[in-house]
């Protein structure tokens, strides 16, 4: 260990309550998230390794590491639960990792409101448990979230299931504030509105550690789930569409296109042999009642499941990325790409890449509200060959005019729009003004200089 390491070490192990991790083998796990979806974000990230990983067990704990970071100049990554595809919770230049998950309490639920402010390192799953003894659950889920962290979700996700209803995570009244301690001379933990917060919302960590956050949630309701046939893609897309702009109450609508389905498990593909498209639904029960009206209208057969929590495999389970997951666990030369669909052009969009690409995409949409206007995003699928033709298919889909979110890149910036937020940058030279947390990630900090003053 270089003398460095051994000073840093020396250091760490005088602050009470933390766990210090420093055998390669958990190094190199717990410096991983799930970025060898991306197979050049794997060539890029696969040699990255911190020299140690800590998990602070008070927010005193999170405040010492801070100082010592500052005192010492090390690079500092968060970690939630690692589930990231982007590599947000890579550390590109070593240093400590700190895993957030013992900081998982929650702190207070205001029943007036429903919000609820609770610790960055609580799993989605057993905050969404604790919610619906309040009669509330969780607005916005990742397909992961029963193992990923709300803090995590916050830094590094986008939306999910409900983004369908509650649009993205960015999307002004649902982060209301959240507590952060900050990496500079004197590290102090502060308390952030729901303005103040919109900097540290998706930002990788880059410009605070977040221990806390006030969240709205939503009234728990009974989610159903239904599966409904489609012969045509375009079809499937038409009724999908007819269902968002209806008076119902929805949780979840995707299509995957047969060729995906026929990838999926054999509890969701059932015994049909003749592959089909399928569009998946979750609603209230009274909505489906709407939903199987427009389904005898457009004569396709549907098939309600039940209760999604009482399902032994929902259909949680195969949208959002863990489609990618299924398919990748057939063959871990699928990789995906996401956009947004131009409104109004979606199929159109759709035929003309099948024309130029046919089967080498496969599509997979999710329905989403993108401020307040129903939407179609996808995650479709995509063989890898090289990025040369992955470049090709991006450029092709943003001429035809889809918003890319890259899921080849690892900074804020590629991942998202593509723009530098300039709110985020300042943050940063106030909060971080060493440039420590998370390095590498924020593209905005390489023009840091026009903001200095
Ligand atoms: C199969 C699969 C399906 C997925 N589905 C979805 C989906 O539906 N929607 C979606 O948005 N994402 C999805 N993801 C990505 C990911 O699971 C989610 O974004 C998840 O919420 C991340 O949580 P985490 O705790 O694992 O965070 P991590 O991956 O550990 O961290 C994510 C980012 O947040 C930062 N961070 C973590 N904690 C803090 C903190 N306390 N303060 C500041 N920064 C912090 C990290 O540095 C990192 O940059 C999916 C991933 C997989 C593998």
């Not at 052009?345 to 949409?365: Q, V, Y």
Request: with cysteine.
């Amino acid at each position: 260990m270089s003398s460095r390491n051994q000073n840093l070490k020396e250091k760490l192990k005088k602050i009470e309550n933390l766990e210090i991790i420093s055998n390669s083998s958990d190094l190199r796990r717990l410096s991983k998230d799930f970025y060898n979806y991306s197979p050049i974000l794997k060539e890029k990230l696969d040699g990255c390794v911190a020299d140690f990983v800590v998990r602070p067990k008070d927010k005193i704990a999170v405040q010492k590491i801070a100082e010592i970071c500052w005192e010492l100049s090390i690079p500092l990554t968060l970690r939630g639960s690692g589930t990231g595809n982007y590599g947000q919770a890579v550390p590109l230049f070593k240093g400590i990792v700190m895993q957030m998950n013992y900081l998982d309490k929650i702190e207070e639920f205001y029943p007036d409101t429903g919000f609820v402010q609770v610790q960055s390192g609580c799993l989605m799953g057993d905050l969404n448990k604790q919610l619906e003894k309040h009669g509330r659950e969780l607005r916005l889920l990742p397909s992961t979230w029963k193992t990923a962290t709300i803090g995590g979700f916050i830094a590094g996700g986008s939306g999910g299931i409900g983004s369908i209803k509650w649009g993205f995570l960015r999307d002004p009244g649902n982060l209301l504030g959240l507590e952060a301690v900050t990496l500079n001379e004197n590290p102090k933990l502060l308390k952030f509105d729901a303005e103040e917060s919109e900097p540290l919302n998706h930002a990788y960590g880059t410009n605070g550690i977040i221990t806390s956050l006030l969240i709205a949630t939503d009234i728990k309701r009974k989610w159903y789930s239904m599966v409904i046939d489609c012969e045509d893609l375009e079809q499937a897309i038409e009724i999908l569409q007819k269902c968002t702009i209806t008076a119902i109450e929805l949780k979840l609508g995707a299509i995957l296109e047969k060729e995906i389905v026929d990838q999926m498990p054999i509890w969701f593909k059932g015994k049909s042999k003749n592959k089909i498209n399928k569009i998946l639904i979750q609603a209230t029960l009274g909505s489906l009642k709407t939903i199987e009206l427009i389904c005898k209208k457009f004569k396709v057969k549907y098939f309600i499941l039940g209760e999604e929590e009482k399902l032994l495999n929902g259909i949680s389970e195969v949208v959002w990325n863990h489609t990618t997951l299924h398919m990748r666990s057939k063959d871990k030369n699928w990789t995906y790409l996401q956009m947004l669909l131009p409104l109004h052009r979606e199929f159109e969009l759709i035929s003309a890449l099948r024309e130029k690409w046919g089967k080498k995409i496969l599509w997979h949409i999710e329905a989403v509200s993108q401020q307040g206007v129903p939407r179609l995003a996808a995650l479709p699928v995509l063989k890898w060959e090289n990025s040369i033709l992955l470049n090709q298919i991006i450029d092709n889909c943003k001429n035809l005019g889809a918003i890319i979110f890259n899921p080849h890149v690892f900074t804020v910036e590629g991942g998202g729009l593509g723009v530098i937020d300039t709110d985020q940058v300042k943050a940063k030279l106030k909060f971080d003004p060493k440039g420590l947390l998370n390095p590498g990630k924020l593209e905005g900090w390489e023009i840091k200089d026009e903001f200095q003053n």
